[in-house]
């Protein structure tokens, strides 16, 4: 099993870490292999824990792993410094180069494996939330805001399209999932969504909700009816309003598009003189 060797670099009142894939290495040794993406920790402070086993980084931590850029207050290495464990005003960046889409999310603790480039973001006194968004000729454009207890990242190599260095990257929220995209174009329009845990394909680039929204702890988020226990759905356009709700529902942002599947019940509301 591949471990991963932390070395700590002192710089002008910062601290540095690169990790980098390989066998087990004493501080003191110089390595000569580099892979590719490289972990690297920067912080104001480090302290060595438990013989090397742990490295702990305290004031203004960021960490770097290709296209991820996790920020936080204190940051904790274990498990040879395959798994980093943050706490307090936790960010996650992550940036596709191939499509242009970066994903932004914030939480209150935060997990992330640089072996699998993976992380998961927790709300303890407020909801988690996220934020994807794609850049359009030259404008960045925001798909969807989601807000839910937990959030987790994750690459699904097999997805990989042949010839493209680029992953997929996928997200699963869970614990509350309040979900908010506001269009534009054509006309403005406002679709919310709620459920207990929402899935969102790479691939597809679409979300699957399923399970009856339950609010997370600290959510000031709006709600849905009372009495729901189906995923819910609500557009607003103008003068109209439709509600749908099922035991699936399906919405891709960038095609506009909205289904639902099994014991599907839908409501149109006109409201004269609200445009």
């Given amino acids: 099993m591949k471990s991963f060797w932390a070395a700590a670099f002192f710089w002008i009142g910062a601290a540095a870490v690169e990790a980098e894939e390989g066998p087990a290495r004493s501080p003191a040794?110089?390595?000569?292999?580099?892979?590719?993406?490289?972990?690297?920790?920067?912080?104001?402070?480090?302290?060595?824990?438990?013989?090397?086993?742990?490295?702990?980084?305290?004031?203004?931590?960021?960490?770097?792993?290709?296209?991820?850029?996790?920020?936080?207050?204190?940051?904790?290495?274990?498990?040879?410094?395959?798994?980093?464990?943050?706490?307090?005003?936790?960010?996650?960046?992550?940036?596709?180069?191939?499509?242009?889409?970066?994903?932004?999310?914030?939480?209150?603790?935060?997990?992330?494996?640089?072996?699998?480039?993976?992380?998961?973001?927790?709300?303890?006194?407020?909801?988690?939330?996220?934020?994807?968004?794609?850049?359009?000729?030259?404008?960045?454009?925001?798909?969807?805001?989601?807000?839910?207890?937990?959030?987790?990242?994750?690459?699904?190599?097999?997805?990989?399209?042949?010839?493209?260095?680029?992953?997929?990257?996928?997200?699963?929220?869970?614990?509350?999932?309040?979900?908010?995209?506001?269009?534009?174009?054509?006309?403005?329009r406002k679709t919310e969504l709620w459920s207990a845990n929402a899935f969102f394909d790479g691939v597809e680039k679409s979300l699957t909700l399923e399970g009856a929204f339950v609010p997370p702890v600290g959510s000031g988020d709006p709600l849905p009816p009372k009495g729901i226990d189906l995923p819910f759905s609500r557009q607003t356009q103008g003068p109209e309003r439709r509600e749908v709700s099922g035991e699936i529902i399906r919405y891709n942002p960038a095609l506009r598009q909205l289904t639902v599947k099994r014991n599907a019940f839908a409501r149109v509301y006109y409201e004269p003189g609200s445009e």
Wanted: aromatic letters at 6%.
């Fill in 29 to 188: 040794s110089v390595t000569s292999a580099l892979v590719s993406p490289k972990t690297v920790i920067t912080s104001q402070k480090v302290n060595v824990l438990g013989r090397g086993q742990a490295v702990e980084f305290n004031g203004e931590v960021t960490l770097v792993r290709g296209g991820d850029r996790l920020t936080a207050d204190r940051l904790v290495t274990e498990q040879g410094n395959n798994i980093a464990h943050a706490w307090g005003r936790v960010t996650l960046k992550r940036e596709s180069t191939a499509d242009n889409v970066t994903w932004e999310a914030w939480g209150d603790e935060a997990a992330y494996d640089t072996g699998t480039s993976s992380g998961t973001l927790w709300g303890v006194e407020h909801p988690a939330r996220a934020m994807r968004s794609v850049l359009l000729d030259g404008r960045r454009v925001i798909r969807f805001r989601l807000a839910s207890r937990r959030i987790t990242f994750y690459q699904e190599r097999e997805a990989r399209v042949e010839g493209s260095t680029d992953v997929p990257s996928m997200a699963f929220a869970d614990g509350g999932v309040y979900i908010r995209a506001e269009e534009t174009e054509p006309r403005p």
